[in-house]
């Protein structure tokens, strides 16, 4: 019996010993970074953090005809950059991935070898304007009105007509990272309720969020005040009750009825409830 162990331990020593064979290939080590541009503005865009990502494919990849063909993804940070020290060198395709803008060609055969920067320019669907925010009491409590337009400065792009107007909001946070990203807003019910459409855009009844219904009246072609060439809409207005003695930061944002419904923001600003 002794024998019948010792035997039976010797071979499960040599079946694990292929499992301890050295690793010959070298860790990822190359760099991939830049800087989102808003074409409009020239400057980097208004993001939320990771709420959307490039997409990229290694190509010089051996391992499949064609290179590999599983993607990876690099998030944008709120300040519209990104960065990843973590790739492998070689020749990669690179394409904007579910963002608020109008679709991009894919960027072919991008060399990475140590450290790549490569900045792009996206267009944006809309621009989120004008925001106004007011302190007043109602009722004994203290409360925020929001007021804003969006703007759709193109409405007809490479043969494709801008998707309806969807979802309007305003985010607050308690940080500065304010959006509809991951640990980005205040998600609490009295913020994100969500009424259904409403005539003229205006709410102002205790909430920050509206989905907009689907029918005509939020087409580009009704919401635009000041008749064609403007594309603005009037203003929309949000209230909502909050915290004496909080500091909040806020931003406005807006999305479009595309595949993804990704959000245009304003710039973040912050109050502090007196």
Do not use: H
Request: charged share 20%.
């Amino acid at each position: 019996m002794k024998k019948i162990l010792l035997f039976v331990f010797g071979v499960t020593l040599l079946s694990l010993s292929s499992c301890f064979e050295t690793d010959n290939w070298d860790a990822p080590d190359c760099t991939w970074q830049g800087t989102v541009t808003d074409s409009y503005t020239g400057q980097p865009i208004l993001a939320s953090q990771n709420d959307w990502q490039i997409r990229i494919w290694e190509r010089s990849f051996t391992g499949q005809e064609g290179g590999a063909t599983n993607f990876q993804d690099l998030r944008i940070k709120q300040d519209g950059t990104y960065q990843n020290t973590k790739l492998f060198a070689g020749t990669y395709d690179m394409l904007p991935y579910n963002g608020p803008f109008w679709p991009m060609d894919t960027l072919k055969n991008l060399v990475l070898k140590d450290r790549l920067v490569q900045d792009f320019e996206v267009t944006p669907y809309l621009q989120v304007l004008d925001v106004r925010l007011e302190q007043f009491n109602r009722d004994g409590k203290d409360s925020i009105r929001v007021v804003f337009k969006v703007k759709a400065p193109v409405l007809t792009r490479n043969g494709a007509t801008l998707p309806r107007l969807y979802e309007l909001r305003v985010f607050l946070s308690y940080t500065p990272f304010v959006g509809n990203g991951n640990d980005s807003s205040i998600g609490v019910a009295e913020y994100t309720n969500q009424p259904g459409g409403t005539v003229g855009l205006n709410s102002g009844n205790g909430f920050l969020r509206m989905t907009l219904s689907d029918n005509g009246d939020n087409n580009w072609t009704n919401l635009i005040a000041n008749g064609p060439g403007d594309n603005t809409t009037a203003d929309i207005t949000f209230s909502a009750q909050v915290k004496k003695g909080y500091t909040y930061y806020y931003r406005a944002g807006a999305s479009v009825n595309d595949t993804y419904r990704k959000f245009c923001y304003s710039p973040i600003s912050s109050f502090t409830v007196q």
